[in-house]
């Protein structure tokens, strides 16, 4: 199979149950907009932006590392129950802190009273660390099938016990159903948003569980001296991954003590993370392209052709990525309404496009960080996302008190542009890719174009979308004859 049809068939399967399970998964997103106000989603932004960084420290960068040694090393799966057993033992010894730590921790955070949230995502982020190299284990042997079947199967659990707990729950007591004994016997009112936690602790438990079979099927030896090398390969990894979530997620926590006094600090926080949720689409397609190009972009290390294939990569993702910006700003007031009208602020279109920007950098930084991972020179990619996050923490805390979460906004953005290009410039000393530039900017700037049409003008969104339209006949027009060549997909 063409190297490329081959990434863009992986990356649909793992969309299958990324991009379709997580769009499921977003139709949440108008059900706490709707059930809970504001402030109380601001809380879950805030817990979560936690989470993301714990995530994170406990898997340490050894996905990555997995990937790597098992086409070093002979034995892969040696490597794999090398991982498994460190995760198993570092998300154990986690889980006993945090529950030791329980009280000290909800009070330090803001929620004294509220102990059992840091015990239930103790056990979310341990159980997701655990799985998280059984699902690495599956993408390396391009099970791709399972990896969707068992992460549909997670979304389904948890949409499906957030229904019942927020919609069905209240309901059965309103109406004194036949299933009010059971309802009384699992429900709380005062639980409130605690039970958007334990459906996504259920989800985890089950996950787990649908992963023994990897897991009970490894081989169970522990390599020290394999583990050593792993840990010196992932260090920096696991240091880069700390940075890049300080430049995804540090601005949800900054904005509790950085917004001025007078305004509604949990309501704002709850605003921005609904509008962050606006910008899903740009962020599924990037998460999916990278379950699928991490090891893809290993495995055709040693064809003659690797660097071309790299390069046509970034190109057909930016085409898409440059696709998926102009539909969700050209159908703003389509996609608004999956917000309750208590969200519609008139900051959400400003904000969701500079997001939506922001990720599209994202999108090929991840393109460009290939060169230090396949020439193993790791530490850059830690230099990198530090800076990121150090110009991410600055621009919040001078940008937030004017501008509040715009500022947020705005600092992401020029996080991520200018980890671009500091990665582009290393790139080119260590790794050369020719890259088509000027197909790229001219997608680029395209793009650009037509947002600005849309933005300052007030033009019928007809003709809007026929400036839409007309970008996929440009890029059909000058692709094609490419497509046909390589018999690559027409659509990656």
Known sequence: MNPLKKLASQTAIYGLSSVV??????????????????????????????????????????????FRFSQ??????????????????????????MFVFSENISSSIGYPNNQEYIKWFALIIGLDAISSISFAKLRALN?????????????????????FFII???????????????????????????????????????????????????????????????????????????????????????LKYLLPESSNISREIGLYGAFYKLSIIMILFIQTFRFAAEPFYFSQEREHNSRKIYADVMKYFIIVTSFIFLIVTTFYDFFINFLGSKYHDERGFLVVSILLFANFFLGIYY?????YKLTEKTKYGAYIAIFGASITIILNFLLIPVFGFVGS???????????????????????????????????????????????????????????????????????????????TPKLF
């Open 21 to 66: 399970g997580r769009l499921l998964n977003y139709l949440l997103v108008p059900l706490y907009t709707r059930y809970f106000l504001p402030e109380e989603y601001g809380v879950v932004t805030e817990l979560y932006a936690y989470v993301a960084f714990l995530v994170i420290i406990l898997t340490y960068g050894i996905e990555t590392a997995f």
């Open 72 to 97: 070093k090393e002979k034995n892969n799966r040696i490597v794999y129950s090398t991982s498994l057993i460190s995760l198993l033992f570092s998300s154990l010894l986690f889980i006993i802190l």
């Open 367 to 371: 393109n460009l960080s290939i060169w």
């Open 168 to 254: 069905y729950c209240p309901y059965a007591i309103e109406n004194n159903l036949q299933s009010l004994n059971f309802v009384n016997s699992v429900y709380s009112p005062s639980v409130g948003v605690g039970y958007i936690f334990i459906a996504n602790l259920f989800a985890s438990v089950i996950t787990i569980l649908m992963l023994l079979p990897e897991m009970i099927n490894s081989v169970w030896v522990f390599e020290k001296k394999l583990w050593n090398k792993m840990m010196i390969y992932a260090s920096p990894l696991l240091i880069a991954g700390l940075a890049g979530m300080t430049n995804e997620t540090i601005d949800r926590i900054l």
């Open 409 to 487: 906004a705005l600092a992401t953005l020029a996080c991520y542009f200018s980890m671009v290009m500091i990665s582009f410039y290393f790139s080119n000393k260590h790794f050369p890719i020719a890259y088509n530039y000027y197909r790229i900017l001219m997608y680029f700037f395209l793009m650009i174009f037509i947002y600005l049409i849309i933005y300052y003008t007030n033009f019928s969104l007809i003709l809007d979308v026929s400036f839409l339209v007309g970008y996929c006949i440009l890029v059909y027009a000058l692709e094609k004859p490419k497509m046909i060549e390589n018999k």
């Open 143 to 163: 099970k791709a099938t399972r990896f969707a079947l068992i992460r549909l199967v997670n979304i389904f659990v948890n949409i499906g016990l957030n229904l």
